[in-house]
């Protein structure tokens, strides 16, 4: 069985959140922990707090031992972007689109 937590609009682009997710995928609990806090970037801590939620759903709601719980997915989709104007020369605009996404941690018990 797997447990999830998500993060919804958060205010990282997607590809720097990808390329932090990628680091913890199929890794136990402890050194996806570790992974994440010796990290600098933004990404790391917004991961890092979606995978505790995800743990404590696992241990809370589903009665889950945590010694055996690993980092089975993790995913980071595209949110809706927010849409900024830019000025430009001559009376114009750009319009400068904000990245936002979802983030989804699934963790997993391990099957002996």
């Known amino acids: 069985m797997e447990v ?4 919804k609009n958060s205010r990282i682009s997607p590809y720097k959140a ?3 997710a990628a680091l913890i995928r199929r890794k136990d609990l402890e050194t996806a922990y570790a992974i994440l806090q010796a990290l600098p970037h933004k990404g790391a801590r ?3 707090k979606v995978l505790h939620s995800s743990e404590a759903n ?3 709601n589903y009665q889950m031992d945590k ?4 980092v089975k997915r993790v995913l980071v989709d595209e949110a809706t972007p927010y849409r900024r104007l830019k000025p430009r020369a001559m009376g114009r605009a750009d319009i400068m689109k904000r ?3 979802h983030i989804t941690v699934y963790v997993a018990e391990k099957e002996d």
């Open 4 to 7: 999830y937590a998500k993060l």
């Open 18 to 20: 990808r390329k932090v």
């Open 46 to 48: 917004l991961i890092y």
């Open 58 to 60: 696992a241990t809370n």
């Open 67 to 70: 010694k055996n719980l690993f």
């Open 99 to 101: 990245r936002n996404s």
